[in-house]
């Protein structure tokens, strides 16, 4: 999977790969706008007083807007 930067791609495209994270339970590797970055998994997506947050498992709570690009942490299982 090739890094999707929220920049390039919009808000909700954004959202949806975030959510689709959530279904597949896939780690994700995250980079913050502010340079930090890490791997984790995405357990939701919310929406609170007009902001979207991704919570992850190990992380604490990030803005989506702070979130500038993630990509697929590992390799997909092969499924046969």
Do not use: N, Y
Not at 6 to 18: K, Y
Not at 40 to 52: A, F, I, K, S
């Amino acid at each position: 999977m090739a890094r999707i930067c929220q920049d390039e791609v919009g808000r909700c495209d954004f959202l949806d790969v975030l959510e689709e994270a959530v279904l597949k339970h896939r780690p994700v590797a995250v980079q913050l706008r502010e340079g930090e970055a890490f791997i984790d998994l995405v357990v939701d997506v919310v929406t609170e007083q007009g902001d979207d947050f991704a919570i992850f498992k190990s992380h604490e709570r990030v803005s989506v807007g702070r979130i500038l690009a993630v990509t697929r942490a590992g390799p997909v299982a092969a499924r046969w």
